[in-house]
């Protein structure tokens, strides 16, 4: 048996560029509501899920502000914003080697399950993956990273000591270490990790060939 038969992958800045379509949504929904953010709509704040990252725009913890602005963020996301997403240089080519190498992907996302979907198909890569998990795929919504990753793993029957998980924020680390699974992040995104959030159990990859080595290195 392979090493890691089973991969759990984050989705943004790790397979794909989705910070272009996901500001642009972001900008439109704040100028279609007529509410004035209070920090810089950029780069820094892709990652959480989408009600936190309202409220740290915004300032506000107003539910029924914090609704209005998701309802327009979804309207023009969800509708033609996320065709602006793009895969990483080389993440195409990987997922595609991964899968011919008879390892079984998956993807654990803090990002909501119909725009997910939406782009895997747009992408052409919903072929790829076996399990597609994110935090409101269920009813109620699960709390967090490390709880999802949790439940994609009792769900499907997945050993702990069979898989593996890879991301680019420390939260994706820190998720991956409270459900017992090693840990690689990809240092191409956005939200790579600086050399003093990397903990010393983690690895790094810096290109998706150099990922696909250690994934695949038995």
Excluded: C
Aim: proline share 6%; hydrophobic share 45%.
């Amino acid at each position: 048996m392979p090493r890691y038969p089973h991969i759990l992958f984050d989705l943004d800045g790790t397979l794909i560029d989705s910070a272009p379509a996901i500001l642009a949504s972001f900008r439109e929904a704040f100028a279609q509501t007529g509410i004035a953010p209070v920090r810089s709509i950029d780069d820094s704040i892709i990652g959480p899920p989408l009600t936190e990252t309202l409220q740290l725009i915004s300032g506000s913890d107003d539910p029924a502000l914090i609704a209005r602005l998701a309802e327009a963020f979804k309207a023009s996301y969800d509708s033609e914003g996320y065709k602006a997403t793009a895969a990483y240089a080389g993440v195409a080519a990987l997922l595609a080697h991964l899968a011919a190498a008879g390892r079984h992907l998956s993807i654990a996302t803090n990002k909501r399950i119909h725009p997910t979907r939406l782009i895997l198909a747009h992408l052409g890569w919903s072929d790829f993956f076996s399990h597609v998990y994110a935090l409101d795929l269920f009813t109620p919504r699960l709390p967090d990273k490390a709880t999802m990753i949790g439940r994609l793993l009792a769900d499907q029957g997945i050993a702990k000591d069979q898989a593996i998980y890879i991301g680019d924020r420390s939260e994706d680390g820190e998720s991956a270490d409270a459900n017992g699974l090693p840990f690689i992040a990809v240092t191409w995104g956005y939200g790579s990790l600086t050399p003093a959030e990397m903990r010393s159990e983690w690895r790094a990859a810096a290109q998706p060939t150099a990922l696909a080595s250690l994934l695949l290195a038995n």
